[in-house]
């Protein structure tokens, strides 16, 4: 009898081990039974959708570096639950394009200059990178030597924040991909190998490259509730090879190959666990037809960002437009103005006037797109672009586009400008007067970066008349130290020291005034912005001086001595 109750016991204990084990396996590989699961499993969506959701099936990786990435994003989702989106469905926004494929400010100064974008009236910063992000492992090679640490753009996230910006990333997925393809590593994913501007649709690994880079900038803008993912101005799109084959079988549909690659990108990011919307630039759909948009699935989740940067545009084409995309099924619009960067590529000073027009252009469609239940209107970009292009020269500096963006601004945020809206702008930066026409500001100014706006703008209007009227309208030195002179190395003293404490003079001022301006430029840009923009905007006129000098000492110094032949 004992025995057998020492049977049951034993029995029993095993039982109870075995009941805990598998309880213990069950709770080990539940979130690996969960992160199989495709986000569009489960019904209620579109077939589409419902296979975009598993990205992993859209392409392979050329190694594992890619899906460890994804599943190392899937594990946080604990965590990032923790940080609630913003619900931005009653808040129209007006985002600060921050353009950092040139002239990228040091993070020091996005904290001083922050808080007058808040005061302002602006409500966010569209980031677009580039180069400047700390991309890592297999993508490192895409970053710039002075590209921001990932310390940096969690600081930069904390300081938008506090500031109540939000903050969207904007990654280029299709064209102006020039800082991805100028690289040999990936040159073989050009659309045309000739060009870095566009990336091939067809190649797997293009598709795996994005979500790479993709998975790396989100991983680090989990606060954000949208990405823009560019996708604007496919240059050379459908010439190459892979292109033109699939559009001899497809009945030339270009169309149809551009929203198959977007529609890939677009469930790439609605496949992120936190509720991610996509913008993207709209020029290439305007040529696309209704259905197509329609049948791409793409409206469930993107919305067009609508961009139209002249003074005088064609506002019942944008309505069209409008009207379009509601047809389309987008639930919701962006606009896109510009307060600086596309007057000229290497622009060196903000026409105001010019951009002020364009924002009343866009306040009156605005008013009217109000009138309509759908799509809404969500928000206006105010771009800022700082190259047309990644191989471009650089356009205006931000400080210098500060006082554009401050009436663009508060034109949006007053619905109009009128001697009020005037008045709030010249007090926030610090000026007496303001003269439109002339895009010139009377005042010191008081904003980050005046000192930078001040100086440039003597350097716009001063340096090459100055530089030109000493040494071509001098009739001494046409007499006295021609070319021929310098290249054979003879002059006269008495003749050269009649001229020559003027010419002296001149270029101690400039190389004075100059040296000031470096020491702000530095304060604000990384060493090559600074000289790549004295490069572009001193040195043309400031070398011409500077070698004047250079061979009026060495004459000088020669003491009246017969010419070298």
Known sequence: ???????????????????????????????????????????????????????????????????????????????????????????????????????????????????????????GVLIEYEDMFPFKGELEVLKSPYAYSEEDIERIQDLAELNKLAVIPLVQTFGHVEFI????????????????????????ETLALLKDVLTQVLGKHRRSSWVHIGADEVFHLGEGMDSKNWLSRNAGDMGKMYLNHIREVVAFVASQDWGLQVLMWDDMLRKIGVAAIQDSGITQH??????????????????????????????????????????????????????????LQW????????KTPLPRLQ???????????????????????????????QT???????????????????????????????????????????????????????????????????????????????????NMESFGSKVLKVHEDWESFLQTLRTHLEAVYFPDTVEEWMEENVNPHMDRLREFVRDFKEIIRLNARPKTL
């Open 1 to 123: 009898m004992a025995l057998h109750r020492s049977q049951k016991l034993n029995l029993l204990r095993i039982a109870v081990l075995l009941t805990v084990t598998l309880a213990g396996l069950k709770f080990f590989f539940r979130d690996s039974f969960t992160l199989d699961q495709p986000k569009g499993a489960g019904g209620g969506e579109s077939n589409f959708w419902g296979n975009a959701g598993a990205p992993e099936q859209l392409a392979k990786p050329r190694d594992g570096s890619l899906m460890h990435a994804e599943v190392k994003t899937a594990a946080g989702r604990k965590e990032s639950r923790k940080q609630p989106v913003r619900d931005f469905s009653t808040t129209q926004m007006r985002l600060v394009h921050l353009d950092l494929k040139g002239a990228a400010p040091k993070v020091s100064y996005l904290e001083q200059v922050f808080p007058l974008f808040s005061k302002l009236g602006a409500n």
């Open 181 to 204: 393809l100028k690289h040999d590593k990936y040159r073989h994913l050009r659309e045309v190998e000739r060009f870095p501007n566009s990336f091939n649709p067809h190649v797997p």
């Open 302 to 359: 993107a919305s067009p960002m609508l961009w139209f940067y002249a003074p005088n545009f064609d506002k019942q084409q944008i309505g069209k437009y409008v009207s379009k995309y509601a047809e389309c099924g987008f639930k919701s619009v962006w606009f896109a103005s510009a307060f600086k960067g596309t007057t000229g590529p290497a622009q060196a000073w903000t026409p105001l006037s010019h951009h002020l027009q364009n924002h």
């Open 363 to 370: 306040l009156s469609i605005m008013r009217s797109v109000a």
């Open 379 to 409: 928000g206006i970009v105010l771009t800022g672009w700082q190259r047309y292009d990644h191989y471009s020269a650089l356009c205006e500096l931000l400080p210098v586009g500060i006082p554009s963006l401050a009436v663009c601004l």
């Open 412 to 494: 949006l945020v007053n619905g109009g400008f009128n001697e009020a809206t005037k008045k709030k702008v010249l007090d926030t930066l610090g000026f007496q007067s303001m003269q439109l026409e002339k895009s010139t500001c009377v005042g010191s100014g008081a904003f980050p970066g005046s000192e930078i706006y001040r100086m440039v703008e003597q350097v716009n209007n001063q340096l090459k008349d100055s530089v030109m009227k000493v040494l071509e309208e001098e009739s001494s030195i046409k007499g006295w130290f021609s070319q021929y002179h310098r290249k054979h190395q003879f002059g006269n003293p008495r």
